[in-house]
Nanobody
Framework: QVQLVESGGGLVQAGGSLRLSCAASRSIFSFNAMGWYRQAPGNQRELVATIASGGSTNYADSVKGRFTISRDNANNTVYLEMNSLKPEDTAVYYC??????????WGQGTQVTVSS
Protein backbone atom coordinates (compact mmCIF):
# COMPACT_ATOMS: atom_id res chain seq x y z
CA GLN A 1 0.00 0.00 0.00
CA VAL A 2 1.31 3.41 -0.97
CA GLN A 3 0.56 6.52 1.04
CA LEU A 4 1.13 10.09 -0.06
CA VAL A 5 0.84 12.78 2.60
CA GLU A 6 0.68 16.44 1.60
CA SER A 7 1.50 19.40 3.80
CA GLY A 8 2.24 23.10 3.47
CA GLY A 9 -1.07 24.50 2.31
CA GLY A 10 -2.64 27.56 3.87
CA LEU A 11 -3.86 31.10 3.37
CA VAL A 12 -1.62 33.62 1.63
CA GLN A 13 -2.08 37.03 0.06
CA ALA A 14 -1.79 37.51 -3.68
CA GLY A 15 1.85 37.78 -4.68
CA GLY A 16 2.96 35.58 -1.82
CA SER A 17 4.60 32.17 -1.77
CA LEU A 18 3.96 28.70 -0.38
CA ARG A 19 5.83 25.42 -0.55
CA LEU A 20 3.88 22.17 -0.65
CA SER A 21 5.44 18.87 0.37
CA CYS A 22 4.39 15.34 -0.49
CA ALA A 23 5.92 12.58 1.59
CA ALA A 24 5.69 9.07 0.15
CA SER A 25 5.55 5.91 2.25
CA ARG A 26 8.07 4.19 0.01
CA SER A 27 11.02 5.14 -2.15
CA ILE A 28 10.00 7.60 -4.84
CA PHE A 29 12.27 5.71 -7.19
CA SER A 30 9.38 3.21 -7.23
CA PHE A 31 7.35 5.58 -9.38
CA ASN A 32 7.65 6.46 -13.05
CA ALA A 33 6.39 9.95 -12.28
CA MET A 34 5.04 12.09 -9.48
CA GLY A 35 3.32 15.42 -9.48
CA TRP A 36 0.67 17.81 -8.33
CA TYR A 37 -2.89 18.34 -9.45
CA ARG A 38 -5.43 20.84 -8.16
CA GLN A 39 -9.18 21.17 -8.02
CA ALA A 40 -11.10 24.37 -7.43
CA PRO A 41 -14.79 24.33 -6.43
CA GLY A 42 -16.97 23.53 -9.43
CA ASN A 43 -13.98 22.67 -11.60
CA GLN A 44 -12.41 19.45 -12.74
CA ARG A 45 -9.11 18.31 -11.29
CA GLU A 46 -6.28 19.68 -13.41
CA LEU A 47 -2.60 18.99 -13.78
CA VAL A 48 -0.25 21.52 -12.20
CA ALA A 49 3.19 19.96 -12.57
CA THR A 50 4.86 16.57 -12.91
CA ILE A 51 8.38 15.24 -12.51
CA ALA A 52 9.56 11.99 -14.03
CA SER A 53 11.93 9.52 -12.42
CA GLY A 54 14.66 10.83 -14.70
CA GLY A 55 14.03 14.38 -13.52
CA SER A 56 12.23 15.89 -16.51
CA THR A 57 9.43 18.25 -15.57
CA ASN A 58 6.16 19.40 -17.07
CA TYR A 59 4.00 22.38 -16.08
CA ALA A 60 0.57 23.70 -16.84
CA ASP A 61 0.79 26.90 -18.88
CA SER A 62 -0.98 28.80 -16.10
CA VAL A 63 1.85 28.15 -13.62
CA LYS A 64 4.94 28.22 -15.82
CA GLY A 65 7.52 30.61 -14.48
CA ARG A 66 5.83 30.79 -11.07
CA PHE A 67 5.81 27.21 -9.77
CA THR A 68 8.71 24.78 -9.47
CA ILE A 69 8.46 21.05 -8.81
CA SER A 70 11.39 19.20 -7.31
CA ARG A 71 12.19 15.95 -5.55
CA ASP A 72 14.31 14.88 -2.59
CA ASN A 73 15.11 11.24 -3.22
CA ALA A 74 16.77 10.71 0.14
CA ASN A 75 13.63 11.79 2.00
CA ASN A 76 11.09 10.36 -0.46
CA THR A 77 9.51 13.76 -0.83
CA VAL A 78 8.30 15.84 -3.74
CA TYR A 79 7.90 19.60 -3.42
CA LEU A 80 5.95 22.30 -5.20
CA GLU A 81 7.35 25.78 -4.72
CA MET A 82 4.67 28.33 -5.58
CA ASN A 83 5.58 31.98 -6.07
CA SER A 84 3.65 35.04 -7.25
CA LEU A 85 0.43 33.36 -6.19
CA LYS A 86 -2.83 34.59 -7.66
CA PRO A 87 -6.41 34.25 -6.38
CA GLU A 88 -7.08 31.86 -9.27
CA ASP A 89 -4.51 29.47 -7.78
CA THR A 90 -6.95 28.82 -4.93
CA ALA A 91 -7.76 25.10 -4.89
CA VAL A 92 -7.20 21.83 -3.12
CA TYR A 93 -3.80 20.55 -4.24
CA TYR A 94 -3.30 16.80 -4.56
CA CYS A 95 -0.09 14.83 -4.74
CA UNK A 96 -0.02 12.11 -7.40
CA UNK A 97 2.27 9.18 -8.14
CA UNK A 98 2.19 6.67 -10.93
CA UNK A 99 3.96 3.44 -11.76
CA UNK A 100 3.33 1.28 -14.80
CA UNK A 101 1.59 -1.89 -13.70
CA UNK A 102 0.63 -0.48 -10.31
CA UNK A 103 -1.65 2.38 -11.33
CA UNK A 104 -1.97 5.83 -9.82
CA UNK A 105 -1.98 6.97 -6.21
CA TRP A 106 -3.36 10.15 -4.66
CA GLY A 107 -2.86 12.04 -1.44
CA GLN A 108 -5.70 13.42 0.64
CA GLY A 109 -5.19 16.98 -0.58
CA THR A 110 -4.15 20.25 1.01
CA GLN A 111 -6.04 23.52 0.72
CA VAL A 112 -4.35 26.57 -0.78
CA THR A 113 -6.25 29.85 -0.52
CA VAL A 114 -4.94 33.05 -2.10
CA SER A 115 -6.65 36.25 -1.04
CA SER A 116 -6.79 39.33 -3.26
Amino acid sequence: QVQLVESGGGLVQAGGSLRLSCAASRSIFSFNAMGWYRQAPGNQRELVATIASGGSTNYADSVKGRFTISRDNANNTVYLEMNSLKPEDTAVYYCWAQRTGWGSYWGQGTQVTVSS
